[in-house]
């Protein structure tokens, strides 16, 4: 009330404001009292509720950190920050609940005189407003607000995102001013602490404490959920052995990976091979069943990528691999005709079993790379014998000897001298003299043409003549024309050369009798 002199009229008004605020308290039955009271003790049964939940998370939390650290320390870290921050406004608020009961007149005694949990005067209206709004000129309801903000700010932090959380936190925790009936705006300190009894106030309180603990748990079964996230359920297994090769050669070490191999038998997943969708039935128990055609050789290559449904969402995992596809062999070596001749190039097979032909080389005097294969020239070679060795390159990038094999080196074999195809026989003197003298290999396994460069013909009745080139010249036909019926004609020493210029001497002689 003002002080000083007061008009009979200002006075009248003060009567009048505290006979109504008198008025007002009175309007306030025992009865509602008790509903309050009642209210916020049912408030705090499920607060207990929900703490003994939540308890019971915390628990799991710690379970599952302790059996994996990497996966759920983490969450187990951000869980245990709620709980402590959710903790210490809880605590506060108690406080102050604790305070405003006793600035009040305390709690009421039962029949021995024993402190009981029900306020003296639950119809108290000066304690609360006071605290909130007159001292420090309302410093501690708008500390007290800024709290609240601060718990919610911090809890839509901690969710990431997650939409039906994050209205639920901002209705839990709404600080926004409140619209009375007549249409004037409150401030929520004012709105929920001014002109309300002590047990009103103390149930708002109890029901921020609720939302608090509410909070907590929608927040903490969030983050307990994110521990398995992208985590693929498994409902069977089956042990695998993955050999890095089925093909192992003799002084190799055998390496493959041993592992559980899980699926789920709930739903089978989407396989894509190669840009390509495997069936339904190519799919069993989870697993893939591959088949390729094995037209080309070599090393072949196929990847793809394995789609399984976790959570509602796609969880996808990549795999690449690779095999070689060798053509159908038998090795049969004819241990007496390891043979390499001069003045060709012997083709030459090399390969390992098992072993892609990208990843084979091999070495030797003479031998050199030649398309998919090789040959080797040891037309230069002096000796009797070379030796041709065998290396793979691993997959490491290192070589491994694989082997060697000896080759003899032989020249090349007598060829036989023709003249129209024939080494011997019967000529007339006119086509004889026309004739080309050629030299050829039979039942050689090389083609090598050769061509005529000179040769010796023995005429009967004259000396031996010289003959450059690969046919007769006009002194030896007109010595031909004179030839008797029955007279032999022997070309012999006949010399040659392969296309290359390569020199051959060794030539059969050719005898034609003319008639």
Do not use: C
């Amino acid at each position: 009330m003002a002080g000083g002199k007061l008009t009979p009229r200002q006075k009248m008004i003060n009567m009048m404001y505290l006979v109504l605020t008198a008025m007002l308290a009175l309007n306030v039955s025992r009865e509602v009292m008790d509903f309050l009271y009642d209210d916020m003790k049912s408030k705090e049964v499920s607060i207990e509720t929900i703490s003994n939940q939540n308890s019971s998370v915390y628990g799991a939390f710690t379970a599952a950190a302790n059996e994996n650290e990497t996966k759920a320390g983490k969450w187990r870290d951000k869980a245990f920050d709620v709980k402590k921050r959710s903790e210490d406004l809880y605590s506060e608020i108690e406080a102050i609940k604790v305070k405003l009961v006793v600035d009040a007149g305390g709690y009421e005694l039962d029949e021995n005189g024993k402190e009981t949990d029900r306020p003296k005067k639950m119809d108290n209206r000066e304690k609360s407003a006071e605290y909130f709004m007159v001292q420090g000129n309302g410093k501690n309801g708008k500390e007290f607000k800024s709290k609240i903000e601060s718990h919610r700010d911090f809890l839509l932090t901690e969710i990431d995102g997650d939409e039906d959380l994050t209205v639920s936190i901002n209705k839990l925790f709404n600080t926004e001013p409140h619209t009375n009936k007549d249409g004037v705006k409150e401030d929520w300190i004012s709105h929920n602490f001014e002109h309300y009894p002590l047990i009103s106030v103390l149930s708002t309180l109890t029901t921020i404490q609720s939302n608090i603990r509410s909070s907590e748990s929608q927040v903490i079964d969030l983050l307990q959920d994110n521990i398995d996230a992208g985590t693929i359920k498994f409902t069977g297994f089956r042990a695998m052995v993955q050999p890095k090769s089925n093909y192992v050669l003799q002084g190799e070490t055998y390496t493959a990976d041993v592992f559980l191999a899980a699926y789920d038998d709930t739903q089978e997943p989407t396989i894509i091979v190669n840009d390509v969708e495997l069936t339904a039935e190519q799919i069993e128990n989870g697993m893939g069943k591959l088949s390729f055609p094995t037209n080309a050789l070599g090393e072949q290559k196929f990847g793809g990528k394995i789609i399984v449904t976790q959570g509602g969402e796609a969880v996808e995992a990549t795999f690449e691999s690779t095999y070689t596809v060798a053509p159908p062999s038998v090795v049969i070596s004819p241990t007496k005709m390891n043979v390499l001749y001069r003045n060709v190039e012997n083709p030459l097979d090399i390969s390992v079993p098992g072993v892609d032909n990208s990843k084979v080389s091999a070495n030797g005097p003479g031998l050199r790379k030649s398309g998919n294969g090789y040959v080797a020239d040891v037309t230069k070679v002096k000796g009797k014998e070379i030796t041709i060795n065998v290396s793979i390159t691993k997959e490491d990038g290192s070589t491994k000897a694989m082997g060697s094999q000896k080759f003899r080196i032989k020249g090349l074999p007598k060829a036989a001298g023709m003249i129209y195809k024939k080494t011997e026989g019967i000529l007339s003197k006119s086509a004889l003299s026309k004739g080309t003298v050629e030299a050829a290999y039979e039942d050689f396994p090389f083609e090598l043409p050769l061509t005529v460069t000179g040769f010796e013909v023995k005429i009967e009745g004259f000396a031996p003549a010289t003959v450059k080139g690969n046919k007769f010249d006009s002194t030896t036909k007109k010595r031909i024309e004179k030839l008797k019926p029955g007279s032999t004609v022997t070309i012999r020493k006949i010399k040659a050369k392969t296309k290359r210029g390569d020199r051959v001497s060794k030539i059969g002689s050719i005898s034609i009798d003319v008639n």
